[in-house]
């Protein structure tokens, strides 16, 4: 079973505009992180916005923020006022504990390709 | 600012070679980590360590090793180059506090084996 699902291959939006890029999650861990990272078409992950498990407050970023939304284990990243240069794959990952040692690492989702249109 | 490199942003290889990824990490961070990237899949951890000496597969480890003889060096190694490893691969690094523990990447490598 995926454990962090981006139903949305590819989004289109007019500059100026929002967007809401969606994100869902599955885990059984009381403790976890949500992460949201934008890959320009140059290939470098930029972070954009974390959200921990037990942030009572939406975490926001200038013009991000991550609707996080503990019961139904969704966490959608909001771009407000959309620019052309916020063109690029968006990923959307969890930090928990692995099963195996307990260690903490990432597992991210399989992208959204966003394009701002002018 | 924290700065992740990778000695090669792109590489051609042929089938059999043994190859060498390298990523060096300025910022003393004890975990550092390896990623394929394809399309469709996102990024897939093979390995990661969070020790100097120290390491722990990941999700798709096989086919693939690792070395880290020193704290801001980490290899990723093809011991004999397939090409199903055409992919890019992303380094990363971060220091295990709680909380963000935010992952820093490097600029990736484009890695096509023929």
């Known amino acids: 079973a995926q454990k962090i699902t981006q139903t949305q291959p590819g989004m289109f939006v007019q500059e100026k505009e929002a967007v809401t890029l969606d994100c869902t999650y599955d885990?059984?861990?009381?403790?976890?992180?949500l992460f949201w990272y934008k890959q320009p078409s140059s290939g470098e992950m930029i972070f954009l916005i974390y959200?921990?498990?037990?942030?009572?407050q939406n975490a926001t970023e200038g013009r991000y923020s991550l609707n996080f939304q503990k019961a139904r284990k969704s966490a959608n990243l909001v771009i407000s006022a959309s620019q052309l240069g916020d063109s690029a794959m968006y990923f959307c990952?969890?930090?928990?504990?692995?099963?195996?040692?307990?260690?903490?690492?990432?597992?991210f989702g399989s992208g959204t390709r966003l394009q701002v249109q002018p | 600012d924290v700065k992740v490199t990778q000695s090669s942003r792109y590489l051609v290889k042929r089938t059999g070679e043994k190859v060498f990824l390298e990523c060096v990490q300025d910022?003393?961070?004890?975990?550092m980590f390896w990623y394929r990237q394809d399309p469709g899949l996102g990024l897939r951890l093979i390995y990661f360590?969070?020790?100097?000496?120290?390491?722990e597969k990941g999700d798709i480890p096989e086919g693939y090793s690792v070395s880290r003889e020193k704290k801001e060096r980490f290899s990723l190694i093809l011991e004999s180059a397939s090409t199903n490893q055409t992919s890019m691969y992303l380094c990363a690094s971060n220091r295990p506090v709680a909380g963000g523990e935010t992952q820093y990447f490097g600029p990736g490598t484009r890695l096509l084996v023929l």
């Open positions: 360590s969070y020790d100097v000496k120290m390491k």
């Open positions: 885990t059984s861990d009381q403790s976890y992180g």
């Open positions: 910022m003393d961070h004890e975990n």
């Open positions: 959200q921990g498990s037990y942030d009572e």
């Open positions: 990952a969890m930090r928990e504990a692995r099963k195996d040692t307990g260690r903490r690492a990432l597992t």
